[in-house]
Each structure stands twice: as structure tokens, then as C-alpha cells.
């Protein structure tokens, strides 16, 4: 089984920066440590018009990453709620 790199980008290492709902940091840092085994969870939806670009969610809010198959790379890069992520 190939395991991936969990890389977090700049946005989304500022969420957890300045995120102060330590439970909900923890569920979603518990959904990207996942990914690592399984960027594709049944759950997960690729975005339209994006080539790597996924989303995942954790309740309200989502995560946004790519996924660099030929590296074995997950890319964070965004975490937010489901009101503003598309924005």
C-alpha cells in the first residue's frame, strides 16, 4: 500500500494558526493525517474545471487539496468554512 506526503500550504497552516476550537482542529487534523493512506475517501469530491483539486469535509467546513499522484503528495490548501472555501 503506498503511503503519501501530507504537505499543509501557507492558508491552510494559518488556519490551524489562528483556529481556537481545539476539538474541531483535531477532527480536522485527524481527516488530513487520513489522506496520507487514502487521498481518495468515499466521501471526497473532486472539484469541477480543477485538474488535482479535491474537497473533503469535516461538518461545516471543508479542505481543499491537491493530490500529486506521480510524487505521492497531498498539497493542503485550504481549510475554511463551507460559506467562504470557494471564495
Request: aromatic letters at 8%; proline letters at 5%.
Amino acid at each position: 500500500m503506498k503511503t503519501y506526503a501530507v504537505s499543509i500550504g501557507p492558508k491552510a497552516q494559518d488556519w490551524f494558526d489562528d483556529c481556537r476550537d481545539a476539538k474541531l482542529k483535531r477532527r480536522v487534523g485527524e481527516m488530513i493525517d487520513s489522506l496520507a493512506v487514502n487521498p481518495r475517501p468515499p466521501n471526497c469530491v473532486k472539484l469541477t474545471g480543477e485538474k488535482n483539486t479535491w474537497r473533503v469535509r469535516v461538518s461545516d467546513w471543508r479542505i481543499l487539496y491537491e493530490i500529486h499522484d506521480d510524487r505521492l503528495v497531498v498539497l493542503v490548501i485550504r481549510i475554511a468554512n463551507r460559506r467562504e472555501v470557494y471564495r
